[in-house]
């Protein structure tokens, strides 16, 4: 199978659809996509074009682009994936912390879980204790889910005021530049 897409992430967009709209919007979303027969297990992997023809649906549907959706969407997966990975979290991590350490635990975990399923590979690099960079790498060019992803680690940590999130670069590509900077508090 090429790349897939975790049944998690799509029942979580499913359940994003449902609080954002309603139950309607996502039985008309998985119509408009031809998908309005799959019934997504969290526990399957998915091929990746099913993801682009909801977000291209929804981006449809609703007038707001998919980089934009994929943002939000992102910030809205964020408690679940800390709920579903916080194990592999230190106490003391924080956001920077978090996005510095995703790769060698959390993507380590799911590469190791499911073979079939490939998160973006981020390479990070700390230019100062209050400053990095993100190079996400993924043939999927979903850049803007992980801006979103990173803003929502910022609320989740309570940090939101003091982050600012900056992509150096499209965010639709196949490499994609983040910045990251953190004001002192």
Do not use: C
């Not at 996502?26 to 996509?33: D, G, H, K, Q, S």
């Amino acid at each position: 199978m090429p790349d897939a897409v975790h049944g998690t992430i799509f029942t979580l967009l499913k359940r994003y659809v449902q609080t954002q709209y309603d139950h309607s919007t996502w039985v008309r979303l998985l119509e408009a996509a031809n998908l309005s027969a799959v019934d997504f297990d969290h526990k399957s992997v998915y091929p990746d074009e099913h993801m682009y023809a909801l977000v291209g649906q929804a981006a449809e549907m609703t007038g707001v682009s998919a980089d934009e959706l994929h943002e939000k969407f992102g910030e809205y997966l964020v408690p679940d994936l800390m709920y579903m990975y916080g194990r592999l979290v230190q106490p003391e991590w924080k956001t920077l912390d978090m996005i510095e350490h995703t790769e060698l635990t959390m993507h380590a975990q799911v590469r190791s879980e499911h073979a079939e399923n490939a998160p973006p590979v981020l390479d990070v690099t700390r230019i100062s204790p209050h400053e990095l960079y993100i190079d996400y790498v993924s043939k999927r060019r979903m850049g803007a889910l992980a801006v979103g992803i990173v803003r929502g680690l910022a609320t989740y940590f309570d940090e939101a005021d003091q982050i600012s999130v900056e992509p150096t670069t499209s965010e639709n590509g196949e490499r994609v530049r983040i910045r990251v900077l953190q004001q002192p508090a």
